[in-house]
C-alpha cells in the first residue's frame, strides 16, 4: 500500500506476527533506476519474511529492479498488476497491464533469470469489461508459462474509467468464487486471496480453498488482527500484550531518532493498536495531536498510555 507499508510500519508489524510475509509498499522500477536506491530500498532485518512490491512495465528497469532488490536481501520480488490509480496507469503499469500479459510475461522471464528468490504477481480478477474467469485464466496460463507460479489475486475487478482508487477498493464486488476455481484449475500454483478479509474465522474459511490470505487495510487499521491470526494458526505463539508491543518499539525508536527520522513518521502506523479496547480513542488522539511537535520522542508515547484508562 503506497506511503503506508513503509519500513517503519512492517517493523511494527513484525512484532504482531513472526510468521506473516509482509510486503513493501510498491516502489516503481524507474524510481529505483533514478532514485536513491539506498533510501527506497533499505530495510531491517527483523522484516523477515519480506517482499520487495515493484511497479513497472519497461522489462529492463523491471529486471535491474528486481537484482537491486534481491542484492538488499528481499525474500520475494512481487510485481504489482493490481493497482489502479491515475498515476499509476499513466506510468502503464498495475492494474492497466492485465490487458498486455506477454508484457508480464517478458518482465518475468528477464527477472526469473536475474534473481535466486521467487518472482510473483499480484493481480485483479479483471479489468474494466474484461470481467470473467476466461479472461483471468488467459492472464496467469501467459505468465505463469514463464515460471512464474505465485499469485496474488484481489478479488474485484478494477474499474480503470470511472471509479477512483478508493471506490475499486469497494465498489466493485467481492467474487472469491473466481479465485478458487484457479486453485481447483492449476492446483500447482500457490494462490492467494486479496480483498475483504476482515477476521479469523473468514480467513479460516477462505484456506480451505485457497493456499493464503493477503490483508491489507484491515490490518493496517487493526493491526493486532495479525496478532490474532497468527495465534490461530500457530497456537503455540502466545498473543502479545499491546503494551508490550509499544515497548518492544522503543528501542527502535530511539534508534530512527537518533538518525533524524521524526516520530511521528513512526508513530502514525501505531494509532489502530488498541482498536477494540478501552481507551483506544484516547491513545489514537494524544499521539496524533504531539507527535509531529518538534522534538517529540518516546515520552509521547509513554504520555498516551497513562491516559489510557487500562493504564491506570
Given at each position: ?18 510468521g506473516a510475509m ?100 499480484k493481480t485483479r ?73 476482515t477476521g479469523v ?112
Open positions: 500500500m503506497m506511503d503506508w507499508t513503509d519500513r517503519h510500519c512492517r517493523f511494527f508489524l513484525r512484532l504482531l506476527s513472526p509482509l510486503y513493501t509498499e510498491m516502489v516503481t522500477a524507474a524510481a529505483i533506476h533514478h532514485g536513491d536506491t539506498a533510501s527506497l530500498l533499505a530495510f531491517d532485518v527483523a522484516e523477515h519474511p519480506v517482499a520487495l512490491q515493484l511497479g513497472g512495465s519497461d522489462p529492463k528497469l523491471m529486471v535491474e529492479a528486481a537484482r537491486r532488490g534481491a542484492e538488499f536481501g528481499y525474500d520475494e520480488i512481487n510485481i504489482n498488476i493490481g493497482c489502479p490509480s491515475d498515476r499509476v496507469q499513466s506510468g502503464q503499469f498495475g492494474a492497466c497491464l492485465m490487458a498486455h500479459p506477454e508484457l508480464v510475461a517478458d518482465c518475468v522471464r528477464g527477472m526469473q533469470v536475474e534473481v535466486d528468490v521467487p518472482v510473483t504477481i480478477i479483471g479489468i474494466d469489461d474484461e470481467d470473467s474467469y476466461e479472461f483471468l485464466r488467459q492472464f496467469v496460463d501467459t505468465v505463469r508459462a514463464e515460471g512464474c507460479s505465485k499469485f496474488i489475486v484481489h478479488a474485484r475487478v478494477a474499474i480503470l474509467e470511472g471509479l477512483s482508487p478508493k471506490e475499486n477498493r469497494s465498489v466493485p464486488p467481492l467474487q472469491y468464487e473466481r479465485v478458487y476455481q484457479l486453485k481447483r484449475d492449476l492446483p500447482e500454483l500457490e494462490i492467494i486471496l486479496n480483498g475483504g478479509v474465522s473468514q480467513a479460516d474459511e477462505i484456506l480451505r480453498h485457497v493456499d493464503g490470505v493477503m490483508i491489507g487495510r484491515q490490518a493496517y487499521h487493526d493491526p493486532y488482527l495479525l496478532a490474532r491470526l497468527e495465534n490461530h494458526f500457530n497456537p503455540s505463539w502466545a498473543l502479545p500484550d499491546r503494551y508490550s508491543v509499544v515497548e518492544q518499539m522503543l528501542p527502535y525508536i530511539k534508534t530512527e531518532l537518533s538518525k533524524g527520522e521524526k516520530l511521528g513518521r513512526i508513530t502514525r502506523h501505531m494509532l489502530g493498536l488498541f482498536t477494540g479496547e478501552a481507551g483506544a480513542r484516547a491513545w489514537r488522539r494524544y499521539i496524533s495531536e504531539n507527535s509531529f511537535k518538534e522534538g517529540a520522542g518516546v515520552e509521547v508515547l509513554h504520555h498516551a498510555l497513562e491516559r489510557m484508562p487500562l493504564a491506570a
